[in-house]
């Protein structure tokens, strides 16, 4: 069977305010998730991005610098907290629509030095795969051994994993259509090439998204694509998904 890895954007399953739920769109998308495995027959690796949970903290804290004060260790454990939380609540809605869902946190298998991964265990990750579970990450407080802490987004952990897990397909969903441009319309694919064009338009998904909003996410997409690996950037709308994996014109294609 194919492996797809699918990223649902904080954006989506979460609301501006706070620490407040898009449950509704949770549920919608949980449901959609669940049909289109047992229509098509694909393994899939899920991640979930922090939204209004641990983004909120995060910037707080500064945590991504690292522990920097007296406040950074407590801050790295709300922050971690909040990530944990938002992915907890994800798996249970898949586990309550009947997908094996299974939380797997990034801090537990991965360990890094100024940022960069310097070593990882990837063996639970691998069975839950070969058993057709599906293994659901998300962007998180990762332990370092010069900063303290640091965080990993979503997009970095799966540029990390498909390295080793060699998806068929990446799907980056969020809260808009694809990679806008200067006119408000999507661009259909975005290359090497072009990025230096188009780097201009991009914007964050929110104000308080501390990895780097849309620049972030096209630069790591197009790291992904280097495994000739598709990816695709494209919106939450119900139909979205199914077209995408059917290899329909959506979204901004990512290509290196």
């Known amino acids: 069977m194919d492996l797809f890895f699918l990223k649902i954007g904080g954006s989506l399953i979460t609301k501006k305010k706070p620490y407040t739920l898009n449950l509704r769109k949770i549920k919608e998308l949980v449901k959609e998730i669940v049909r289109l495995r047992r229509k098509y027959k694909f393994k899939l690796l899920i991640g979930n991005g922090a939204g209004s949970f641990?983004?909120?903290?995060?910037?707080?804290?500064?945590?991504?610098?690292?522990?920097?004060?007296?406040?950074?260790?407590?801050?790295?454990?709300?922050?971690?907290?909040d990530a944990s939380t938002l992915n907890r609540i994800l798996v249970?809605?898949?586990?309550?629509?009947?997908?094996?869902?299974?939380?797997?946190?990034?801090?537990?298998?991965?360990?890094?030095?100024?940022?960069?991964?310097?070593?990882?265990?990837?063996?639970?990750?691998?069975?839950?795969?070969?058993?057709?579970?599906?293994?659901?990450?998300?962007?998180?407080?990762?332990?370092?051994?010069?900063?303290?802490?640091?965080?990993?987004?979503?997009?970095?952990?799966?540029?990390?994993?498909?390295?080793?897990?060699?998806?068929?397909?990446?799907?980056?969903?969020?809260?808009?259509?694809?990679?806008?441009?200067?006119?408000?319309?999507?661009?259909?694919?975005?290359?090497?090439?072009?990025?230096?064009?188009?780097?201009?338009?991009?914007r964050g998904v929110n104000k308080i998204d501390v990895t780097g909003g849309m620049a972030h996410k096209v630069k790591e997409a197009m790291e992904m694509a280097k495994g000739k690996i598709e990816v695709f950037i494209i919106g939450g709308k119900k139909g979205n998904l199914e077209k995408c994996?059917?290899?329909e014109k959506i979204g901004t294609k990512i290509s290196f």
Do not use: W
């Open 92 to 202: 249970k809605e898949l586990i309550k629509a009947g997908e094996r869902a299974i939380s797997v946190q990034p801090s537990a298998f991965i360990f890094c030095s100024k940022r960069k991964i310097k070593s990882f265990f990837l063996d639970p990750i691998k069975n839950y795969l070969k058993n057709d579970l599906v293994p659901v990450v998300f962007g998180d407080v990762i332990s370092d051994e010069e900063l303290g802490c640091t965080i990993l987004s979503t997009e970095e952990i799966f540029k990390f994993l498909a390295k080793f897990l060699k998806p068929k397909k990446i799907i980056l969903m969020s809260n808009v259509e694809g990679v806008y441009d200067s006119k408000g319309k999507v661009i259909p694919e975005i290359n090497k090439k072009s990025f230096s064009k188009v780097q201009k338009f991009l």
């Open 245 to 247: 994996l059917k290899g």
């Open 54 to 81: 641990a983004h909120v903290s995060a910037k707080k804290f500064k945590t991504k610098e690292g522990y920097i004060n007296e406040k950074s260790k407590i801050g790295h454990c709300i922050v971690e907290d």
